[in-house]
């Protein structure tokens, strides 16, 4: 009390102390303070702690502490004004007068989030979904001002924050159950539909949504089912049809699913039309939501800006998928009447804008103008696909091809006739025409192309034909021609074509030749491995003679009739399947080849007999002779009719009519033919073979010994 009449005093001798002592107002208003604190808490706890119920007397309360709270201000200005001084008794005054007055601050937080429960609840009830919001936000703010404060752990605050969470919780279901009655998805079979009911509610209901954060999240929802159940039917289905109802109250969109006979389930709706039915979709959507503004960041963001934020791209991608890359012409002429697609384009971008469901960004526009690059693009993608599906044929179906020799033409143009699979003639009108179309844009690439379909099908047509190629004859024949007639083509292809190609290709090195080694070597190798295994068929076929020992035998001769029947039946079936299949000349030599490895077996195997009786002699020539006669018409192709000579084609046809003539003729004779090593036979056996078949045709006396003599070597 000293230092209190210490201030009395100064403050009384300078004439600035007021009717009523400074501590005597200060005390009267901390019994105040003191009483309202006691009071408001209990009001708190009796309702947010203890739930008693109790008459309603906070709007009392609220003014009795502006009062008080006002009170304090007029003091806070009477010390501020009348002391200058920095007596220390004023200031610790001037501190327990801000805890004061923070006091009565929370007071009035407690008080006001009170009467925010009771705003928020007369709100909800009048399904005033936007004012209730707004309260929770302010009761939002409250408390966390109160949670920043000193009195963040009193049990009356952390009672009233628990408090907090029960009306926001039933805000959102609210919102929740609300936002399903105005927005419905249906799906089934043949029809999807959206129908959003507007009245009274949904306005409303979205605003209210934004102000408590959950409507990006809903609309993340909405735009994926609206993607799903509506945009992706209309785009990728082609048989789809759009129908808008609007009334007052709602409005519904459904999309159909009709049959149509002319267009197949899987063709790309022309994008005129379904331009069309988008924009009459999204009409729609904007017509719903274009009073919804928003504020977003600093910025006024509406409903359609966030739905196209959330769409734009796989809409855009769809588009360009499903309709756009459909649409590029398949051929150059088609490229003129693109135009009328790109000015759609722009046009349904356009519109979009207007609708503030896009920005600046035109991806389709885009796509569209650069028309020339993916009409390459997409011809060089059928094309491989078409030259892949031609590989993939039959090679059985054949056509006649190349021309009789002819002095007037080049020799570079000249093609002998036979017969290639139509699949290779396809092939390679394919690249010619293709090469033809190379004019401009995309020339290289579609140059490019070509070489890769000719290089496909090196790796294609032997990998997927293998077994054909193997077991068949004539498919190894007629791709033996493929290979051929390819390397014909494509010796003179990038000549033939350079003209017609677009400068720098014209001026630079544009040749197919570099292909041809390749094919040439796949002819020869799978050709080369069929004559193998023809021959080795041949061969296990005469095994069945058993070396033609003891021929005349019953139980030899019809083994040895068998091989030589089978032998020639082979031959035959080959000469069928090759002799209009291959070219003249390839076939003489391919049968020659054969028949010459049948000769050369027999006569080892004749040669090799130590005992040859008269009957077995007699047999064995009556043998051996069908085949001989069986030659000429085994070598006459379908594409000559001049006469064949077998002595100029088959390397062992000499040796073998020589063996002929030994099986029948009389050792003089033998001795004749031999000539001292100057005759016919010196020209084919040598002296040790001649001597051991006379030793097995003859029986051994003085005139098989003095015939002997006279063979010799020279």
């Known amino acids: 009390m000293e230092s209190q009449s210490l201030v009395t005093n100064v403050l009384a001798k300078t004439g600035l102390l007021p009717k009523e002592d400074l501590w005597q107002r200060r005390n009267k208003l901390f019994a105040q303070v003191n009483d309202l604190k006691g009071e408001v808490c209990q009001r708190v706890t009796d309702r947010y702690v203890d739930f ?7 709007g009392e309360l609220r003014e009795r502490v502006k009062t008080v709270d006002r009170d304090i201000e007029e003091l806070k200005k009477t010390l501020k004004v009348e002391t200058g001084s920095k007596l220390k008794n004023l200031t610790e005054m001037k501190d327990m007068m801000e805890e004061a007055h923070a006091t ?10 009170h009467n925010d429960f009771g705003t928020f609840k007369m709100h909800l009830r009048n399904k005033e979904y936007i004012e209730a919001a707004a309260v929770l936000r302010n009761v939002e703010c409250s408390s966390q001002t ?48 959206l129908t959003v009911v507007t009245r009274p509610q949904l306005i409303n209901m979205l605003e209210a949504m934004h102000t408590m954060d959950v409507l990006r999240w809903k609309l993340q929802v909405f735009a994926s089912q609206f993607k799903e159940i509506i945009l992706d039917p209309v785009i990728r289905e082609s048989a789809s049809k759009v129908t808008v109802e609007k009334s007052e109250k709602e409005l519904k969109m459904s999309v159909v699913h009709q049959g149509s006979e002319t267009r197949e389930v899987t063709d790309a709706r022309p994008p005129t039309e379904l331009y069309s039915d988008l924009r009459e979709i999204f009409e729609s959507l904007h ?22 934020a959330l769409l734009w791209r796989d809409i855009s991608d769809n588009l360009i998928d499903h309709c756009l890359a459909p649409s590029i012409p398949s051929s150059a002429d088609d490229l003129e009447n693109y135009k009328s697609t790109i000015t759609a384009t722009q046009q349904f971008e356009e519109a979009l804008k207007t609708l503030d469901f896009i920005g600046d960004e035109t991806p389709l526009l885009e796509y ?66 293709t090469l033809q179309e190379a004019t401009s844009n995309g020339a290289a690439q579609l140059f490019l192309t070509v070489r890769n379909s000719f290089g496909m099908y090196v790796d294609v047509v032997p990998t997927y034909h293998k077994r054909s190629l193997e077991d068949l004859p004539q498919v190894t024949a007629l791709f033996h021609n493929n290979c051929m007639y390819l390397v014909h083509k494509l010796k003179t292809m990038g000549h033939r074509y350079r003209h017609t190609l677009p400068s720098p290709l014209r001026d630079g090195i544009i040749t197919f030749v570099d292909l041809v080694p390749t094919f040439t070597r796949m002819a020869s190798e799978v050709f080369l491995a069929q004559m193998r295994h023809q021959r080795d068929q041949l061969k296990e ?32 079936r080959l000469h069928s399947v090759w002799s209009d299949v291959l070219p003249t000349s390839t076939f003489i030599k391919a049968m020659s080849t054969l028949i010459g490895a ?11 007999l130590e005992d040859i009786s008269a009957e077995d002699a007699r047999q064995l020539h009556e043998l051996l002779n069908r085949i001989k006669d069986k030659m000429p018409s085994l070598l006459k192709s379908k594409y000559s009719k001049d006469t064949v000579v077998p002595a100029l084609h088959i390397k062992e ?18 001795v004749e033919r031999w000539a001292d090593g100057k005759g016919p036979l010196a020209e084919v056996f040598d002296h040790l073979q001649i001597k051991s078949l006379m030793r097995a045709l003859f029986q051994n006396n003085e005139r098989r010994a003095d015939a002997l003599g006279r063979i010799r070597n020279l």
């Open 368 to 433: 569209a103008e650069n028309v020339n690059i993916h009409f390459a693009t997409k011809k060089c993608q059928d094309i491989l696909v078409q030259a892949r599906d031609l590989m993939k044929e039959d090679l059985f179906t054949a056509v006649k091809v190349g021309q009789k020799k002819d002095e007037s033409r080049k020799i570079s143009e000249f093609f002998p006739v036979c017969k290639i699979s139509k699949s290779t003639l396809d092939l390679v009108q394919l690249g010619e025409s």
């Open 541 to 572: 076929s005469l095994a069945l003679a058993r070396g033609f020992l003891d021929v005349s035998s019953d139980d030899v001769f019809p083994e040895a009739e068998r091989s030589i029947k089978q032998v020639l039946h082979q031959l035959t």
């Open 52 to 58: 008693v119920p109790s008459v309603d007397t906070m």
């Open 598 to 608: 049948v000769l050369q077996d027999i006569v080892e195997k004749v040669i090799a």
């Open 653 to 670: 046809w000499a040796r073998y009519s020589e063996l002929l003539f030994i099986l029948e003729a009389s050792m003089k004779d033998i």
């Open 104 to 113: 009565v601050v929370i007071l009035t937080l407690l008080n006001q989030v």
């Open 146 to 193: 109160l949670a920043d404060s000193p009195f963040c752990e009193h049990q009356i605050v952390v009672a009233l924050h628990t408090e907090s969470v029960n009306p926001k919780t039933k805000l959102y279901e609210e919102l929740d159950q609300m936002w399903y009655k105005c927005i419905l998805f249906s799906k089934t079979k043949e029809d999807r539909s």
């Open 287 to 308: 017509g719903l939501f274009s009073r919804c503004q928003f504020e977003d960041l600093g910025e006024t963001v509406s409903l359609m800006k966030m739905l196209g």
